[in-house]
């Protein structure tokens, strides 16, 4: 491990994505690392399970807009705490997404559910690597 730096080990499923370890609001979580999401992304339909409240929540018209999600409807929230490769973040602006369509097609290739993206906003804010030689994500501290 590089100075200054902690990881989380990475895991690659099925589709070839990668998948860690996250926890929001104390409460563990699975999430896909996309590099290619501008921005860390949470299921809706999770928020409870992540003690996320209407409070936390701001109202936005935003969509999504990529590779499967096109138009889905987002909300802007901020979780109290967010940890990623061992580095912990305060009040991290997130969206809030269904992601039921995703998480359909991983139970159809029977596969666990995730519970939300790694975006490249929480990368690039930590000057995040990806060592794919040793399946690790490190974080700056």
Do not use: W
């Not at 989380?8 to 104390?26: F, S």
């Not at 339909?45 to 138009?71: H, M, N, Q, R, W």
């Not at 580095?87 to 969206?95: C, I």
């Amino acid at each position: 491990m590089c100075a200054g730096h902690e990881s989380v080990r990475l895991k690659r499923i099925a589709t070839g994505q990668l998948v860690l370890p996250a926890t929001v609001n104390g409460v563990k979580g699975i999430f896909v690392l996309d590099t290619g999401s501008g921005n860390t992304i949470i299921d809706v339909l999770k928020k409870d399970k992540f003690k996320i409240t209407e409070a936390d929540i701001c109202p936005t018209t935003e969509t999504a807009v990529g590779a499967g999600a096109s138009g889905i409807a987002l909300e802007l929230a901020t979780v109290r705490t967010f940890s990623a490769a061992r580095r912990r973040m305060r009040n991290v602006m997130v969206f809030l997404m269904d992601m039921s369509n995703v998480n359909n097609e991983f139970t159809a290739a029977g596969m666990r559910n995730i519970d939300g993206i790694l975006g490249s906003d929480i990368l690039f804010a930590h000057n995040a690597v990806i060592d794919y030689g040793s399946m690790t994500l490190k974080m700056n501290k």
